[in-house]
């Protein structure tokens, strides 16, 4: 009797102690790692958490740029030295450390973060030992400096100044009581970073062309800069291929009737062409005047382009 409750129990035990041996290990907190050893000024386990981080990002194919922790921790201890105080807001944290990153891809400024930070006349009271061995970040500024790095952005390319008073155009200001005013202002010299031009429909795109043949694409609509939306960090190469992998997917759901997936699949081929278009300095308007075009006379697929005499864009 005995040995038949062992086997029964070895029956039930069984599976339940292989679902325990399977089960998915929950991935570390990279980010929240990072946070917390800058906060405290531990770089190795920063460092650690980084790798991990980074290594995450390898796996997934992800598009997201990888942190450096030494970069994290100085730009972190920046943006609390330039806008440490508790009562400020997130986004004065984050433009201080979005016009570093800005000056790094400038062709006016030195390329790295530790150059642009210490560079002559730039910061104050950050090229001493005090800032450079003992001063520590808040949370607060290690985190807005964490999303500055993985990409989010709430200033153009052009916004490489942050000072008291206006060095250029305008595009941000900000009034604080103990501080005064803090402005955010653009190169005097945007020819160097690429066309920024009008569709003619009050949308305006930009694709200034980096040191490695990138161009940063972004869309803007009138002349509020602080809208504009940041598309990527592209090269001409690949796009070809990202549509045609995109149509194929969208043709894919179609076929399977899927309307969710139709509009999950037809906004991505729609966002890699208005980002093909961007990078040849077209305008999303180029294409409504061809569409137009084609339906004079009511004949929707009579238009000149079909003859081969495209009427000019």
């Not at 040995?3 to 035990?13: D, T, V, Y």
């Not at 490489?160 to 005064?180: E, I, M, P, W």
């Not at 429909?201 to 009138?222: H, L, Q, R």
Request: hydrophobic share 40%; proline share 5%.
């Amino acid at each position: 009797m005995k040995k038949w409750i062992s086997a029964l129990l070895a029956l039930i035990l069984c599976p339940l102690l292989s679902t325990c041996a399977y089960a998915e290990v929950p991935e570390p907190d990279y980010l929240g790692m990072m946070v917390d050893a800058a906060v405290c000024g531990d770089l190795e386990a920063g460092a650690l958490a980084a790798q991990g981080w980074n290594e995450k990002l390898l796996r997934e194919d992800s598009p997201e740029p990888a942190i450096d922790f030494e970069e994290l921790f100085l730009l972190s201890k920046l943006i609390t030295r330039e806008a440490g105080s508790v009562w400020l807001r997130e986004e004065l944290r984050r433009c201080v450390g979005e016009v570093v990153l800005n000056r790094m891809d400038s062709p006016e400024f030195p390329d790295t973060m530790e150059e642009v930070i210490f560079q002559d006349g730039q910061y104050e009271n950050v090229d001493n030992r005090e800032f450079r061995e003992e001063f520590l970040p808040t949370r607060a500024c290690v985190r807005a400096a964490l999303k500055a790095l993985r990409g989010e952005r709430l200033l153009p390319p052009l916004v490489v100044f942050q000072s008291n008073g206006r060095l250029g155009k305008v595009h941000a200001t900000y009034c604080d009581r103990v501080l005064g005013f803090t402005y955010f202002c653009e190169t005097n010299h945007p020819e160097l970073y690429g066309v920024v031009f009008s569709t003619g429909e009050g949308w305006s795109i930009g694709n200034p062309v980096d040191a490695d043949g990138f161009k940063t694409v972004y869309i803007e609509k009138g002349t509020d800069t602080s809208q504009r939306c940041y598309i990527g960090r592209i090269n001409e190469e690949p796009y070809s291929t990202e549509i045609i992998e995109k149509a194929m997917e969208t043709i894919i759901a179609s076929k399977n009737m899927d309307r969710q997936e139709i509009a999950y699949e037809m906004g991505d081929l729609w966002y890699h062409c208005l980002v093909l278009l961007a990078f040849h300095n077209l305008s999303p308007e180029i294409v409504f005047r061809e569409l137009r075009n084609r339906r004079n006379g009511g004949n929707y697929h009579k238009f000149e382009g079909k003859t081969g005499n495209r009427p000019e864009m």
